[in-house]
């Protein structure tokens, strides 16, 4: 069973940048597909970013060009970079790992805020 930790939610500035961060513990990370998903308030969770385990991304079009998602299997993490934020991308962002097109473990969450 695979646990998944964020890290690297804040407040930050309309054009801003900040780099999520999810750690992964207990199972073989490299075997994940791994997704960040983000819910706002009063809004259904969706997806923004997913990495396969193969390395093939994907995104929402609604943060392509902005967003970066990447994995390092050594260290058993998966980024989200996140650049030329908007109000808009304010949520919660929580980290998901899946397999077979199952998802199998979600993290707390952590908040990010856009706002000057």
């Known amino acids: 069973q695979v646990q998944l930790v964020e890290s690297g939610g804040g407040l930050v500035q309309p054009g801003g940048s900040l780099r999520l961060s999810c750690a992964a513990s207990g199972s073989i990370f490299s075997i994940y597909d791994m997704g960040w998903y983000r819910q706002a308030p009063g809004k259904q969770r969706e997806l923004v970013a997913a990495i396969t385990s193969g390395g093939n991304t994907n995104y929402a079009g609604s943060v392509k060009g902005r967003f970066t998602i990447s994995r390092d299997n050594a260290k058993n993490t998966v980024h989200l970079q996140m650049n030329s934020l908007k109000p808009e991308d304010t949520a919660v962002y929580y980290c998901?790992?899946?397999?077979?097109?199952?998802?199998?473990?979600w993290g707390q969450g952590t908040l990010v805020t856009v706002s000057s």
């Open positions: 998901n790992a899946g397999r077979y097109g199952s998802s199998l473990a």
